[in-house]
C-alpha cells in the first residue's frame, strides 16, 4: 500500500479533540508561537476577552506514559476561525522537541499583535529616563547597596533597609577560608571557635558603618536556641544583629562560615546601649 501525503490543509480540516483560547494552551505553544510564557500574560484581561479571537485546536495527541507528561500532540493555530499554522511537540509536556509550520504569515502577524496586547509588560523592555534610579528595581534575593567603593549588587538579607550594605559576605568567606579555616579545625572548642569567629564578622562590616563586637553565645528561649550574636551594627534607620543561628552552629560545627544572617533588632537607639555595655571605652569618647 502506497503511503499517502498528509498536508497541512489536510490537518486543518480535521476535527478538534480539543479546543481553547490561545493563553490556555501548553507553554511551549505559547514559547514557540507567541514568544510569552505563562507568567508574562495578564490572564485577568485575556480572559476577560471571551474565547477571543486566537484559539489553539488539538488535532491529534498520543500518549507515551500512564501519568500522561510525555507525549506527542499536533495541533493548529487559528485567528478569528482561520488557520495559520500547526505545531508539533512532542516529550515531556510536549516541550522537548518542538516546531511551528507558519502557512500563512499574514495572519500569523496579526495573531502575534493580538497577542501583544496582552503582554504585562513591553516586550522590547521598560522605557526609562538616564536618570531612573536602578535601586528601585526589584531583584529576587539581591539588593543594589551602596559601599563606600560604591554601588554593589549583594545578597539582601545583609543590607539595611535605607539600602546600607551591612556585611560583606564575599570579603567574610575569603577571610574565613584563608586565615580561620586551618585553625578552626585544628581547635573544636566553640568558645573559641565564636571568639575567633566574632572579630571576624566584625572585620567584614564595611569601613563607615558603625559596629561593635558583641560575642554573646546563643541563649535558651521559647523558641529554642537563638542567634549566636557576634557583632552589631547601626545604620540611619536601624541597629543590626550580626551572627549565625544557633542551629547552624550544631549542625555545621566549624563550617559556619556560610551561614552568617544580618536582622534588625531596633532603631538607631539600640546601638547606643549595646555600644556602652560592649565597647565602654569607645561609648565615653562619643560626644
Do not use: C
Not at 488557520?83 to 509536556?93: D, I, K, L, T
Amino acid at each position: 500500500m502506497s503511503q499517502a501525503e498528509f498536508r497541512i490543509s489536510d490537518l486543518y480540516v480535521m476535527p478538534d479533540e480539543d479546543v481553547r483560547p490561545w493563553q490556555d494552551a501548553r507553554d511551549a505553544i505559547l514559547e514557540e508561537v507567541f514568544g510569552m510564557r505563562e507568567y508574562e500574560i495578564d490572564m485577568d484581561a485575556a480572559d476577560a476577552a471571551g474565547e477571543g479571537r486566537i484559539k489553539v485546536h488539538r488535532k491529534m495527541q498520543a500518549m507515551f506514559d500512564d501519568e500522561g507528561e510525555w507525549s506527542a500532540g499536533i495541533y493548529v493555530l487559528s485567528l478569528d476561525d482561520r488557520p495559520f499554522g500547526a505545531f508539533v511537540g512532542s516529550g515531556e509536556n510536549e516541550a522537548g522537541h518542538t516546531v511551528f509550520l507558519v502557512s500563512d504569515e499574514g495572519l500569523q502577524k496579526q495573531a502575534i499583535a493580538v497577542a501583544e496586547q496582552f503582554r504585562k509588560r513591553p516586550r522590547n523592555g521598560v522605557f526609562v529616563g538616564d536618570d531612573f534610579d536602578l535601586r528601585t528595581v526589584k531583584i529576587a534575593d539581591g539588593v543594589i547597596a551602596q559601599t563606600p567603593g560604591g554601588f554593589r549588587l549583594v545578597d539582601a538579607r545583609f543590607a539595611g533597609k535605607d539600602g546600607t550594605l551591612l556585611f560583606d559576605e564575599e570579603a567574610f568567606r575569603k577571610a574565613f577560608r584563608e586565615s580561620v579555616d586551618d585553625r578552626l579545625k585544628a581547635n573544636r572548642d566553640i568558645e573559641w571557635i565564636l571568639s575567633e569567629g566574632a572579630a571576624l564578622v566584625a572585620a567584614a562590616i564595611p569601613e563607615g558603618v558603625e559596629h561593635v563586637v558583641v560575642n554573646e553565645p546563643p541563649k535558651d528561649s521559647d523558641r529554642g536556641k537563638l542567634m549566636w550574636f557576634a557583632a552589631a551594627a547601626v545604620t540611619s534607620e536601624g541597629t543590626y544583629a550580626i551572627g549565625v543561628h544557633a542551629h547552624a552552629l550544631e549542625q555545621n560545627g566549624i563550617d559556619w562560615g556560610s551561614n552568617v544572617v544580618a536582622a534588625r533588632i531596633g532603631g538607631p537607639e539600640v546601638f547606643a546601649g549595646l555600644k556602652e555595655r560592649y565597647a565602654p571605652e569607645a561609648s565615653a569618647l562619643t560626644p
